[in-house]
């Protein structure tokens, strides 16, 4: 399985951009790069994914590496809202089939008020 | 959005009872659903791959017959936890995926179960 590295833990202060870098050095060609967030006693939630090109939505940004082993989740303005643990997840599709989403052990996200 | 609904989001039973933990797909259908296990400060773990009328596919050191699974429709998943005991207290979060707004080939989990076995 293609793994991911992330720094433990990161803190920002409030109404500021952050950024949260993510290694996947043996990402392969059809890997998608999936990031979410878990909240404290709450199951993960869907921020962003990307294959190849940059991808902006309402929640955040991401910007893939142009070797695709490394990405990075900017937040353009962190709250304390986004206090939580994000994962950057390889959506990994073996090939008997099943599709599955392996979390690694994320980063921990403070926000400083 | 696409919403998956768990419950109950938290249980506690004695010691030697199942438990039963449901994962329904509110919106959108999920032919595939998965359930994970989470303890206390620790990364999600996946269980096992829940396919509608299909066995499930469990992971590696993950015991079927203790964790039964059950995915007899496409918009509801049971994870039945049989003859509990304390070391299996943890959160439970299950996961399907939703070809729709999430973007292709997204994932939406649902709220999650905190079973406590006593």
């Known amino acids: 399985d293609a793994k991911t590295t992330q720094p433990n833990s990161m803190e920002s202060n409030e109404e500021e951009p952050v950024h949260l870098p993510c290694n996947h050095s043996t990402i392969s060609g059809t890997d998608y790069i999936h990031w979410y967030r878990q909240l404290p006693s709450q199951g993960p939630e869907y921020v962003i994914h990307?294959?190849?090109s940059n991808v902006n939505n309402r929640m955040a940004s991401l910007a893939i590496a142009e070797d695709r082993k490394s990405s990075t989740l900017i937040l353009h303005r962190a709250t304390l809202r986004d206090a939580a643990v994000y994962y950057c997840i390889l959506r990994d599709v073996p090939n008997f089939g099943n599709e599955k989403l392996t979390f690694g052990t994320g980063t921990r996200l403070t926000i400083i008020p | 959005g696409a919403v998956v609904s768990q419950h109950p989001s938290w249980v506690i039973c004695k010691s030697g009872t199942s438990v039963k933990i449901e994962c329904r797909s509110l919106d959108f259908q999920a032919t595939t659903m998965f359930w994970y296990r989470q303890f206390p400060k620790q990364s999600l773990m996946l269980m096992a791959t829940s396919n509608e009328g299909s066995k499930a596919t469990y992971e590696q050191g993950v015991e079927k017959d203790k964790f039964l699974i059950n995915h007899a429709s496409l918009t509801l998943s049971t994870l039945t936890v049989t003859s509990a005991h304390p070391e299996d207290s943890s959160f439970y979060i299950c996961?399907?995926?939703?070809?729709?707004?999430?973007?292709?080939?997204?994932?939406?989990f649902g709220s999650g179960t905190r079973l406590t076995v006593v």
């Open positions: 990307g294959l190849t």
């Open positions: 996961s399907a995926r939703d070809l729709g707004l999430a973007g292709r080939y997204g994932y939406t």
